[in-house]
Structures are given as C-alpha cells and as structure tokens.
C-alpha cells in the first residue's frame, strides 16, 4: 500500500458514466479517493452513503470524494441512482489502480483465501502527494474522520 508522503499513482479510471477518469485532473486541490470491495452490499452501500450524507461540507472545503471499486461502469450508475448517492464513482475493472495503490490483496473468508479489495481512503493533496491513508477501514464513523482531517488541512 502507498504511504502518507508517496505521490498518488495517476492509473486510468471509467466514471460511472464510462467516461475517462484520472488523478491529473484533480491537482491543485485537495482529493479523497476511497476503496472499496463491492457496490450495493451492505458496508460498501453503508459507506457510500455516509460520504454523500457529507458530500455538502466536502464540496464546500473543494474537495471531491471519489469511490473506487471494481464493479462495471453500468453497475456503479445503478448502485449511484438506487441510493441517491452523490459521490463520484469510478470503476476499475482491470484492477491496474487498485494494484497501484496496494488496495489489491490477498483476503480470506471461512478459511478461503481470495484476492480482492481492502476498503481504504486515502487524501491526496493539491500537490499530489498522500497525506493521509486510511488502511482497513471500518465504516462506522469513517466518513466523519476523513472530513475532520479535510477540515484540518
């Protein structure tokens, strides 16, 4: 996983729209990029709408809130649309930004081991560079913290 104080990888994403996403058009000013395993399950949906609960006092700091996940562009619209939510979504289908982030690794369930997404947030500042990162993220609470640290910047 990439440190506070690395520069934020610049991989291409798809917006829930399809259309072409990357961290080169956000400098200049505060990011949040979070992870996160899948749409519309239980904790991710707990997640997403926790930001958008938020998505208000982030737009006025002028700090967008990205969600990443590896879900088809389509589904991320339809999970947006379901639940009202109102942060940007973004797929990564071939898994390269989630790899370049390190929040690609290998989890196990009932004693299956399976590759797949640790829910992480990272802020990313205007200079690119990571100040702060979230491992392992626990959902409750997590939104607000983020938001504490945005408002300490």
């Not at 002028?62 to 939510?85: E, H, Q, R, T």
Request: with cysteine.
């Amino acid at each position: 996983m990439i440190n506070e104080g690395d520069k934020a990888p610049d991989a291409s994403l798809e917006d829930m729209d399809g259309a072409l996403l990357t961290l080169e058009r956000f400098r200049g000013k505060p990011l949040v990029v979070y992870f996160y395993p899948k749409a519309d399950t239980p904790g991710c949906t707990s997640e997403a709408q926790a930001f958008t609960a938020l998505a208000a006092d982030f737009s006025k700091l002028g700090v967008p809130v990205i969600g990443v996940s590896k879900d088809k562009p389509a589904k991320l619209k339809k999970f947006a649309d379901k639940y009202g939510l109102k942060v940007q979504l973004a797929s990564d289908e071939k898994g390269g930004f989630c790899e370049a982030f390190g929040t690609w690794v290998e989890k196990s369930m009932y004693g299956r081991s399976y590759m797949g997404i640790e829910r992480s947030t990272f802020l990313i500042g205007a200079d690119g560079a990571v100040l702060k990162v979230w491992p392992k993220v626990k959902v409750k609470g997590h939104a607000e913290d983020v938001l504490t640290a945005v408002k300490a910047l």
